[in-house]
């Protein structure tokens, strides 16, 4: 069983800055591939950033380049968004999301792929 606890969210003016973080209970972290999503009040969910099993590889949503990180510490069993240049269309509910399935070098973009996840946590740009 895995077990995903999102933290950091909180309200930031538009042009700052915020980590999130992602703590995972699970028997073998560097087994995962982790990600994070975003969803706005009455839109989907949608893709944010993902890094492979070793931490090596990662992707992002074009929205997002240049402006986010995402690294993992495979000792704390933490996965981490570094947010910076926060817009306020940057709004919404962060979820981490856990693959179990994965493959050691692969990065996965797709909601579809993620067999756990957290509860969410709230960020808040404002203008």
């Known amino acids: 069983q895995v077990q995903l606890i999102e933290s950091g969210g909180e309200l930031v003016q538009s042009g700052g800055s915020l980590r999130l973080s992602c703590a995972v209970s699970a028997r073998r972290f560097s087994n995962l591939a982790m990600a994070w999503f975003r969803q706005a009040p009455g839109q989907e969910r949608e893709f944010v950033a993902t890094?492979?099993?070793?931490?090596?590889?990662?992707d992002f949503a074009n929205s997002v380049k240049g402006r986010f990180t995402i690294s993992r510490d495979n000792v704390k069993n933490t996965v981490y968004l570094q947010m910076n240049s926060l817009k306020p269309e940057d709004t919404s509910v962060y979820y981490c999301?856990?693959?179990?399935?994965?493959?050691?070098?692969?990065?996965?973009?797709?909601?579809?792929?993620?067999?756990?996840w957290g509860q969410g946590t709230q960020v808040t740009v404002s203008s």
């Open positions: 999301a856990a693959n179990s399935h994965a493959i050691q070098s692969a990065t996965y973009s797709g909601e579809s792929s993620y067999d756990y």
């Open positions: 890094i492979n099993r070793n931490g090596r590889s990662t």
